[in-house]
């Protein structure tokens, strides 16, 4: 890979890392023990390792950081809600 593609895609990297750390608010109160223990410190990690990768770049970085963000925040949306209605269709067909 070239530098240019290493640099892509570290910064894709981040943002994913940012999507997690979003994502997990939604599982906030509903896993248990030794499960919301282990979230809780990849999470904790994820927002560490963020903060340090984050700091080194430049604002046109941050910018497109934040654009694959909203691009990850999008597509949770989007299974959020075929997911709902995929529960909501086989819940009436248990009736």
Do not use: P, W
Not at 72 to 91: D, M, P
């Amino acid at each position: 890979m070239t530098q240019s593609e290493i640099e892509t895609e570290r910064l894709i990297f981040i943002a994913v890392m940012k999507a997690l750390s979003e994502q997990s608010t939604y599982l906030t109160g509903e896993l248990k023990m030794k499960l919301k223990q282990d979230f809780n410190i990849l999470v904790k990690h994820c927002d560490s390792l963020i903060n340090d990768l984050e700091c080194k770049l430049t604002d046109v970085q941050k910018e497109y950081i934040q654009e694959v963000t909203d691009v990850y925040h999008n597509i949770t949306i989007e299974l959020r809600k075929g997911a709902n209605e995929k529960y909501k269709e086989l819940s009436q067909i248990d009736k």
